[in-house]
Every structure is written in C-alpha cells, then in structure tokens.
C-alpha cells in the first residue's frame, strides 16, 4: 500500500513513505430537528456531511532515508511541511490516492500539526482531510433507452489506448477504463517504458502526466 497526496492543479505530489498504522474515514448524514407541539422532535435527514479522512504517523528523516522498510520514494520532512503549510493556506485542490484501498479522492487539507522528534531527523504529524465536493447543475436524466444505447457502445468499443488528463492517477485510470482501480498495476507493466522514461530523474514510481498516452490492457 502506498499514500500519495497530489495538487491537481500543478502536479506537486507528497508521497508518504512510512505508513501510518490507520486511516479513519468518517461519513454521517445531516439532520436537521424540528419541534412540532403535537409530535414532539422530530428529526429529518437533509444531506450527508462531507467525508473526512485522518491519521497520524511519522515523516522519516535524512538518517532513515535508506531504509528498505519505506515505501515510495523519500522526500524530506521540512520540504513535506512546507507542501502542507502552503496547501491549506491556499486551499489547493488535492488528490489522495490510496494503493490497494477504493479510497481515489479529491480533497481540502483541513488541518495539519506536526513534532520534530530529533534524533534521525523525524516529524510526527497529524493530517485531517476534507472530500471536496463541486457545486452544480444536475443533467437531465436519461431515458432508459438512450442510458442502454450508451452502455452498449460502450462495451462495443473496448478502449485500447487512454490519453492522460489533469488529475488522473493510473488507479483513477484503471476504474474508469478497467472498471477496477486494483488493475492500476495492468496498465503500469504495459506502459512500464513510458512511465518510467518521464520518473528516471525523480517523482513517484507510479506518476503520470497530461498528454501521456497509456496502452489499455485487453
């Protein structure tokens, strides 16, 4: 499993090599109370509150950076800190992609705190974020025939190439093309040349960028 945040805007990515022991997600529905005389309260479901993901875990430092026990590539606490200081003072638009977890979302940093621990260099931290949800206009639903009429042309035309957009993720790739994001790891080994050409000189071993054009497996 490896964590990694990304700002969809520019690309930048923190990639968090020692994973922390749990991540809470917590999602509850809003209710709002009415105090009706002859009924008494009643309460009313009017929406669901934002999901909210949270854990806290330590950022290596420089001493452990060797470490074959970390996962991803390292990158120092102080540069990590000041990634999350500028986020939520911005409040950049975020990704945060879970390996081997159905957790693909977009998102706030809420809140942050973070401990200088000596010694080999390392921070505690503590991380809350927030799931960013756009303000729309709802499509017209379509009608059952023009929904089946979609569906089918879909599976008529299997999708054998893909051209990498803004904010996609080989895991975000991989659910909408391959209708699983565990099959994130098909497209890696058949695009491995591609992928790895634009990483040699740093960045994630899994990062994409716009424009790419990635091989669907069959």
């Known amino acids: 499993m490896e964590i990694y945040l990304t700002q969809l805007d520019n690309g930048t990515t923190v990639s968090l090599s020692m994973l922390p022991e749990q991540i809470q997600m917590q999602a509850e529905t809003r209710f709002a109370s009415y105090d009706i005389m002859s009924m008494g309260e009643v309460r009313l479901p009017v929406g669901e509150k934002l999901k909210s993901f949270s854990w806290q875990g330590v950022l290596p430092g420089e001493g452990r950076k060797k470490q074959s026990y970390l996962a991803g590539r390292w990158q120092s606490p102080k540069e990590i ?37 000596g010694g080999y260099g390392d921070y505690q931290y503590q991380i809350q974020l927030i799931a960013r949800k756009e303000l729309g206009i709802k499509a017209k639903r379509p009608t059952a025939n023009a929904a089946y009429n979609s569906i089918s042309r879909a599976n008529q035309q299997q999708q054998a190439s893909y051209t990498v957009k803004t904010g996609d993720s080989l895991w975000s790739i991989a659910q909408k093309v391959l209708g699983q994001g565990s099959r994130y790891g098909e497209i890696y080994q058949l695009n491995q040349g591609t992928i790895d050409s634009r990483n040699k000189k740093g960045g994630n071993k899994y990062q994409i960028y716009p424009g790419q054009i990635l091989k669907m497996p069959g």
């Open 81 to 117: 800190q000041e990634i999350f200081s500028l986020w939520r003072v911005t409040g950049a638009k975020l990704r945060l992609l879970i390996t081997e977890t159905p957790i693909n979302e977009d998102v706030y940093l809420a809140s942050y705190q973070m401990t200088y621990m």
